[in-house]
């Protein structure tokens, strides 16, 4: 009973975010809703308050990603599926081992793999997020656009860098040829089961 009085509030919290950023357009809604996680987070109540990623993921995550793959544009995705594959894995290998060794050098108490870990945790980003924080204008409609796209995709690049680096630091081992069967199962069979299960969604919709 307490877990669902909990979770009412951060639904209350929503609401009132929503309506400061509906009020204060000057600030994009996320920075309200971090502000009252902010403030919730000194609240005696959510100490040690823990929410499954399961669920997390589940209730709250895969219906937004769906909604927001809903409103791709297919033409869209075709015409810029080199920028996009290129933000979505490259960009986000890159960005994991470069920001990962420079952690690991300010902070020499941390393992390297930590780092990495630390720095892939935060690599997948969500449509929602893209479009939430960047305007909505004709200057930034074609970067906006493939950046929208690229979320859609890179869940996996930070997902298998994630496990790949959190692996690494348990058994103290690295596989080339692990990462690689890792990064197809996620990437490719992700994309499979997922198209396959938006069409089945979609004709259940449309019968």
């Excluded at 690991?104 to 997020?129: G, K, N, R, W, Y």
């Excluded at 990064?183 to 089961?193: D, K, N, P, S, T």
């Amino acid at each position: 009973m307490k877990i669902v009085f909990l979770v009412l509030l951060l639904l209350v919290a929503v609401v009132v975010g929503n309506v400061l950023g509906r009020h204060y357009q000057r600030l994009p809604l996320p920075f309200f809703l971090i502000g009252l996680g902010l403030i919730f987070s000194f609240l005696p109540l959510y100490h040690g308050f823990q929410f499954s990623p399961d669920v997390f993921t589940f209730a709250i995550i895969a219906p937004l990603m769906y909604n927001e793959a809903e409103n791709v544009s297919r033409y869209w995705v075709g015409r810029g599926i080199v920028n996009i594959f290129s933000l979505a894995i490259v960009l986000v290998i890159v960005t994991v081992l470069f920001v990962g060794i420079i952690l690991h050098q300010l902070f020499a108490f941390l393992p390297l793999s930590l780092a990495l870990a630390l720095c892939a945790i935060v690599t997948p980003t969500d449509a929602a997020a893209v479009s939430a924080i960047v305007p909505a204008s004709d200057e930034f409609t074609i970067p906006q656009i493939i950046l929208q796209n690229e979320s859609l995709f890179n869940d996996a690049s930070g997902i298998v860098a994630f496990d790949l680096a959190l692996a690494t630091y348990l058994s103290g081992q690295f596989s080339l040829g692990t990462a690689v069967v890792d990064f197809g199962r996620e990437f490719l069979g992700g994309l499979l089961v997922g198209a396959i299960l938006g069409l089945v969604i979609a004709q259940v919709r449309l019968w």
